[in-house]
């Protein structure tokens, strides 16, 4: 432990001969004195380099100031009962009127002793820089020519003719500061000893860490967080900060400058202050489209996710299901036509389960390769690594052979079943291309241990209609419109169409018809040309096709 070195200002001279004299008591601390007030003792710390001082000691208004005024702890001697008891005695012998003055310190300990000693004539003044010379010039206005104060109080009285006694402190008092200063270096030294090896302990870290305050601020950071750069994890963390006062934890996959990183949040409370601790390693390159997987956070979900799930009578017949498997370990398969929303189903259930904080991984099973599946899977700190992601595999029945084969390898061989979600999604009849020898059956049973199927616009006439005002709602919020509805003989012709591309077709089909509306009502007009069905419904087909 280094020797310490303490700057003691000494408000009057008897201050700076007994704190030169007690120094010689402490041999291992370096005890300098410089004999001032708050009127020039900043101009002499100015001439001073106080990085070499670990505290400074001083005493009443000159302590106050300074505090104010640097950096560094300041000590403040205590004046103490013993002290304002002796220079009360001495007052008392006087056999006159006499006043005391003070900074509130020595007003608070002079009302209590005054109270003791059952003074009943004493006037009692907490003084301020700013209101002293007036104080003293009413003191003599009343006629009292003594008062008991401080250095600023007794001088002041000076200028006006009042005698006055100076309460000192005594030795013991400022023994008592010195040694309460070297406690108070000692342990800064001794948790300044201990940030410095958890700082170098966490430099040796792989991964980055960095702390915030609860205004974003970094507080701490470590070697491998100042390797990514503090500027874009600020910008890519920030925006975090009031998820995580909702939610004390989170976990997710970012992008910071074509890197990919897993990402762990946590709200601290110290000490009554909020703090926010992150955690980042690396994974990967991004992952973007030509690998066909994507990493979704919480904050990338579309915002109408839940539009489909609220009020729409056509998801009521699975919507039982989605309640009661949301928060299952056991893989769920979606079926379901093309179009049928079978993505939002699985993003509904990672939205609504326990798992909403941690990435959802959409695996496009179309676009995935040998080489792609292991370096997502060999990707340290990737998705594979954590605990409650979603992995969803859209459209199962497209895996190759060869795909199916690793797919089902990885299944059995691992623990992802345990630690992760999986849900996938087909339109086809994968039972049947099991049975065909077109899908590994043992694949298909890590796959399919429950099951949601998501019906047909075709089998769900009935619910066109309050699906249309669902997504025209939506669209005339995006389009700046204001349609209400159909009318009923073209809610007929909707109703009546085949659609083959379900949900998706419908979705197109309204976005350019109130796109392209200036009235309350889309009319059987808007959707036939010469008395046939919508030429745009027939476009929409084939485009869709």
């Known amino acids: 432990m280094s020797n310490l070195r303490i700057l003691t200002v000494a408000p009057y001279s008897e201050f700076h001969e007994r704190t030169s004299r007690i120094a010689d008591e402490f041999p291992d601390v370096c005890i300098d004195v410089f004999t001032g007030d708050r009127s020039n003792a900043l101009s002499y710390l100015e001439t001073l380099s106080l990085q070499k001082y670990s505290a400074i000691i001083s005493r009443g208004g000159t302590a106050e100031f300074l505090r104010r005024?640097?950096?560094?702890?300041?000590?403040?001697?205590?004046?103490?009962?013993?002290?304002?008891?002796?220079?009360?005695?001495?007052?008392?012998?006087?056999?006159?009127?006499?006043?005391?003055?003070?900074?509130?310190?020595?007003?608070r300990l002079?009302?209590?002793?005054?109270?003791?000693?059952?003074?009943?004539?004493?006037?009692?003044?907490?003084?301020?820089?700013?209101?002293?010379?007036?104080?003293m010039r009413l003191l003599r206005q009343q006629g009292i020519d003594l008062i008991v104060g401080d250095v600023m109080s007794t001088e002041?009285?000076?200028?006006?003719?009042?005698?006055?006694?100076?309460?000192?402190?005594?030795?013991?008092?400022?023994?008592?500061?010195?040694?309460?200063?070297?406690?108070?270096?000692?342990?800064?030294?001794?948790?300044?000893?201990?940030?410095?090896?958890?700082?170098?302990?966490?430099?040796?870290l792989p991964m980055g860490i960095l702390l915030l305050d609860s205004k974003g601020n970094a507080v701490m950071s470590n070697a491998a967080?100042?390797?990514?750069?503090?500027?874009?994890?600020?910008?890519?963390?920030?925006?975090?900060?009031?998820?995580?006062?909702?939610?004390?934890?989170?976990?997710?996959?970012?992008?910071?400058e074509e890197n990919t990183y897993s990402l762990r949040g946590m709200r601290l409370i110290f000490g009554e202050q909020e703090y926010f601790l992150f955690t980042t390693s690396?994974?990967?390159?991004?992952?973007?489209?030509?690998?066909?997987?994507?990493?979704?956070?919480?904050?990338?979900?579309?915002?109408?996710?839940?539009?489909?799930?609220?009020?729409?009578?056509?998801?009521?017949?699975?919507?039982?299901?989605?309640?009661?498997?949301?928060?299952?370990?056991?893989?769920?398969?979606?079926?379901?036509q093309i179009g049928t929303e079978k993505i939002s189903v699985a993003r509904y259930l990672h939205w609504n389960s326990g798992r909403k904080n941690h990435p959802f991984?959409?695996?496009?099973?179309?676009?995935?390769?040998?080489?792609?599946?292991?370096?997502?899977?060999?990707?340290?700190?990737?998705?594979?690594?954590?605990?409650?992601?979603?992995?969803?595999?859209?459209?199962?029945?497209?895996?190759?052979?060869?795909?199916q084969s690793e797919l089902e390898s990885f299944l059995a061989g691992t623990f992802v079943l345990k630690r992760q979600y999986v849900v996938s999604s087909t339109p086809a009849d994968l039972q049947g291309m099991v049975v065909g020898g077109m899908f590994s059956p043992r694949l298909y049973e890590h796959l399919a241990g429950l099951s949601i199927h998501m019906p047909s616009l075709n089998e769900r006439r009935e619910d066109i209609p309050s699906l249309a005002n669902?997504?025209?709602?939506?669209?005339?919020?995006?389009?700046?419109?204001?349609?209400?509805g159909f009318e009923d003989d073209a809610i007929d012709i909707l109703k009546n169409y085949h659609w083959t591309l379900n949900l998706e077709q419908l979705r197109r089909v309204l976005t350019q018809l109130v796109s392209g509306c200036d009235d309350y009502y889309i009319t059987r007009t808007a959707l036939c040309v010469g008395g046939h069905t919508t030429h745009r419904l027939r476009q929409q087909s084939a485009a869709a096709h």
């Open 69 to 107: 005024s640097v950096a560094i702890p300041v000590i403040e001697v205590e004046v103490s009962v013993y002290d304002m008891l002796r220079t009360l005695k001495q007052a008392e012998s006087f056999n006159t009127p006499f006043a005391i003055a003070g900074y509130p310190s020595i007003v």
């Open 110 to 135: 002079a009302r209590n002793l005054c109270e003791i000693l059952r003074y009943q004539n004493v006037e009692i003044l907490e003084v301020t820089s700013g209101n002293v010379d007036e104080q």
């Open 156 to 204: 002041a009285a000076a200028k006006y003719g009042i005698r006055s006694i100076l309460i000192t402190s005594s030795t013991d008092s400022v023994r008592k500061a010195i040694v309460e200063s070297v406690e108070l270096c000692r342990n800064m030294q001794a948790v300044l000893s201990e940030n410095q090896l958890m700082q170098a302990a966490a430099n040796t």
């Open 225 to 256: 967080a100042r390797t990514i750069g503090l500027t874009p994890l600020l910008r890519m963390l920030t925006p975090l900060l009031p998820l995580l006062r909702q939610q004390d934890t989170l976990s997710r996959l970012q992008t910071v």
């Open 282 to 336: 690396e994974t990967s390159r991004s992952l973007s489209a030509p690998t066909g997987i994507t990493v979704e956070n919480l904050s990338d979900f579309p915002k109408d996710i839940h539009f489909l799930f609220s009020n729409s009578t056509y998801i009521q017949p699975v919507l039982k299901n989605l309640e009661s498997f949301k928060d299952s370990h056991t893989p769920i398969l979606i079926t379901g």
């Open 361 to 403: 991984v959409r695996i496009r099973c179309d676009l995935l390769t040998p080489a792609c599946w292991d370096a997502f899977c060999s990707a340290p700190n990737g998705p594979v690594e954590q605990s409650g992601c979603t992995l969803f595999f859209e459209n199962v029945h497209t895996l190759s052979p060869r795909m």
């Open 470 to 484: 669902l997504f025209i709602a939506r669209l005339n919020g995006e389009y700046g419109k204001q349609v209400i």
